[in-house]
């Protein structure tokens, strides 16, 4: 993703400094380890959309909500100096890695429920 021209902020960098954020931006370094693989990114923003057929914007998929987080929104963020990291907080909050497991095996159950009324016909 090619910035350079369209902010004056990115245009006044000095290249050197430009292209070594760039490319440890393109290496995804800005991320957490578990969402640097494209696919990890997928089956986390699909747990977020749910398996809901109809959702209350269907403009609004889980694929647009990933590009815009990551493409753009965290790129952003990640060129001036911003990372994504896990709260420190003493908090009960939920398993980000349970709310993934938990999501593939519902849509495990699904296709298999589809496949066995595909079979049964």
């Known amino acids: 993703m090619e910035y350079r ?10 290249r050197k400094d430009y292209e070594q954020i760039r ?6 370094k800005h991320l957490p380890p578990f969402m640097r693989d494209f696919h990890d990114q997928k089956d986390l923003f699909k747990t977020m959309g749910g398996l809901e057929t109809k959702p209350p914007y ?10 815009s987080t ?4 965290l790129w952003w963020m990640a060129f001036h100096g911003y990372t994504m990291q896990k709260c420190r907080a003493d908090m009960p909050f939920q398993d980000l890695h349970e709310a ?8 495990s159950e699904m296709f298999r429920k589809v496949l066995e009324q595909d079979k049964n016909e």
């Open 5 to 14: 021209g369209r902010y004056k902020v990115i245009q006044d960098m000095d």
């Open 23 to 28: 490319e440890w931006i393109r290496k995804n």
């Open 58 to 67: 269907p403009e609004i998929t889980w694929m647009t909500v990933h590009i």
């Open 70 to 73: 990551i493409d753009k929104f």
């Open 100 to 107: 993934k497991k938990d999501r593939r095996e519902k849509e």
